[in-house]
């Protein structure tokens, strides 16, 4: 951490030194964003769970595994320090799904054929990336930074029986974000295409345990954070 601030630092000195070679029409920018994504779940942790008089529990794999995809749409603010060094932050809408490949969800003691219950997850809330932008060219930046979520709920739904149930998820958490872009402006307003890929570092699911038969099935919630890699058009109009 201490070598990231470090660099930080360095770079905001030789944006300094540079700003007075170049200057930008414009410092502060304001705008629409759209983004998808497909994502993936890591730290698929096994989890443990009961049923009926099996007290000691059994043992399987957390809930994620499947891949899946995101969809964004917000707002973005950008302030251009100079002409290589820029600040953004964004306030964003995130809905994901997530394919659960696995049968936490029908959990028991034993499993002579192994069977697998596929489960899809929806989950949805507010994100807020705060990044720092650095232009080695006017017409590509490199971008880094934390963005906080306010994930406000979920769905877990059975493909094959039709039915759905809560997903009680992580009130914030916060994610990684590095990525790259290319903006195109003229007259101080354009267009920016964006990939990023982001690493939640916090739990999707709510810690304790969780009810799957009523009074017979238990399990502990599952470690699983997610990760996606995102592609964004933002329109700069202010």
């Not at 034993?110 to 596929?118: A, P, Q």
């Not at 992580?170 to 982001?198: D, H, I, K, M, Q």
């Amino acid at each position: 951490m201490r070598r990231v601030l470090i660099c930080i630092f360095a770079l905001l000195l030789a944006s300094m030194a540079f700003a007075g070679e170049g200057s930008q029409d414009k410092s502060h920018y304001f705008g629409g964003r759209f983004a998808f994504g497909f994502g993936y779940v890591w730290d698929n942790e096994p989890v443990k769970g009961t049923f009926g008089s099996a007290k000691d529990g059994v043992s399987k794999n957390s809930l994620g595994g499947g891949p899946g995809f995101n969809l964004g749409l917000g707002a973005s603010y950008w302030f251009h320090l100079n002409r290589i060094i820029g600040f953004v932050g964004e306030a964003e809408f995130r809905w994901g799904y997530i394919i659960l490949d696995s049968d936490a969800y029908s959990l028991a003691p034993e499993d002579e054929y192994d069977d697998e219950v596929n489960f899809t997850l929806d989950e949805y809330g507010f994100v807020f990336p705060v990044l720092v932008r650095f232009f080695p060219t006017p017409k590509f930046y490199l971008e880094a930074g934390p963005q906080f979520n306010l994930n406000l709920g979920g769905s877990i739904s059975d493909e094959n029986a039709d039915e759905s149930s809560d997903f009680d998820v992580e009130g914030f958490g916060w994610a990684l974000v590095l990525g790259f872009g290319c903006p195109t402006l003229s007259n101080g307003n354009g267009l920016t295409f964006g990939v990023r890929f982001v690493m939640d570092m916090t739990r999707i699911e709510k810690d304790g345990i969780v009810e799957m038969t009523k009074g017979a099935a238990y399990r502990e919630a599952s470690p699983m954070k997610l990760w996606s890699l995102q592609f964004s058009a933002t329109v700069y109009f202010l």
